[in-house]
């Protein structure tokens, strides 16, 4: 940080001298209009182009082993228009991994492809997707997804189950969306600004995502897992028992993710709480399958079960009281 001393005209104006380098560096010289917007927590934002539209960042790939790893990672940097070129004809190996790449980023598209050059452009306008909301629709799918998940388990309904590892990609296409909205935010703090969310807010929106997408993860796993079986269903005793936890378990991350946006303390602490009861549950469930045929297949989901309310807890514990501007 650089500090500079406030001055003042005779006429009683404030005015304070911007970086040489920084003029230079943006091409302003004597007479060039710089924007100033105020944001909520009293600090002045300086804009070197106001009326210029926003410029495209443009990056070019080479095929390469990790082409589609690349072309996500420049994806979650910003980048707009993503070039993957050869100098010789790109294979069709290549070309399906920028495919598959694609289809796993929302608004990312395949605008032109020739024989060695292929042309990708994200089409989203950052300004239309407000992070809260996109975190809230990824959050219903996982949280659907849970449920599904282990009325697949009870049912012994492989379909169901199949259908519940389906929508994982689409969590996963919302976890990447929110990533790289968040790290536009945090290089475009006018954007913020647009948006309603604070810089230091990006930090809780980008792990609390990842959380979710836990959610979603084990959830998945669950029930690959049911898909995969016998479609063995629990005796009525251990279901009973499977269903209490479960609702338990779902109800913490709902409440943990309304603390969130409430940023409603207690709330929060109310899904720590439920530990011991969560814990005694585990522990009537592993003493009623002590024996039984398949044991090992029910303890599985009562894990991933137990990996779900872990994700809870560590949700609630992002939620602090929101200060003041």
Request: charged share 30%.
């Amino acid at each position: 940080m650089e500090l500079r001393k406030l001055q003042r005209t005779k006429t009683g104006t404030f005015f304070v001298c911007l970086p040489r380098y920084w003029a230079e560096k943006n091409g302003l010289e004597r007479g060039s209009v710089v924007a100033i917007a105020e944001t909520p927590d009293g600090n002045l934002l300086i804009s070197p182009k106001p009326s210029a539209e926003r410029v495209l960042k443009e990056i070019t790939l080479k095929p390469s082993p990790f082409l589609d790893r690349e072309i996500i990672g420049k994806y979650l940097l910003g980048y707009d228009i993503i070039k993957v070129e050869s100098k010789e004809r790109i294979s069709p190996e290549d070309r399906e991994k920028v495919k598959q790449a694609a289809t796993r980023l929302v608004g990312l598209e395949i605008i032109e492809e020739d024989y060695a050059k292929i042309i990708l452009q994200c089409l989203l306008e950052p300004s239309s997707f407000p992070p809260d909301k996109v975190l809230k629709r990824e959050y219903a799918i996982a949280a659907s997804m849970h449920r599904d998940a282990v009325t697949a388990l009870l049912d012994g309904d492989r379909k169901l189950a199949k259908n519940v590892v389906a929508r994982d990609n689409e969590v996963n296409r919302l976890y990447f969306l929110l990533v790289r909205i968040l790290r536009t935010v945090i290089q475009n703090p006018s954007l913020g600004e647009k948006l309603g969310i604070r810089p230091i807010d990006c930090l809780d929106y980008r792990i609390t995502s990842s959380l979710v997408e836990s959610i979603g993860d084990q959830s998945a796993q669950l029930a690959k897992e049911v898909a995969e079986s016998r479609a063995v269903k629990p005796k009525q005793k251990v279901a009973k028992l499977i269903i209490e936890l479960h609702s338990m378990i779902y109800d913490s991350h709902e409440t943990a993710i309304k603390a969130l946006f409430l940023h409603d303390v207690p709330l929060a602490e109310s899904v720590r709480s439920l530990q011991k009861k969560i814990s005694e549950l585990r522990e009537k469930l592993h003493q009623e399958l002590k024996g039984e045929e398949n044991a090992e297949y029910f303890l599985s989901a009562i894990s991933h079960l137990t990996r779900i309310y872990e994700n809870s807890i560590d949700i609630a514990d992002l939620v602090i009281p929101r200060l003041s501007a």
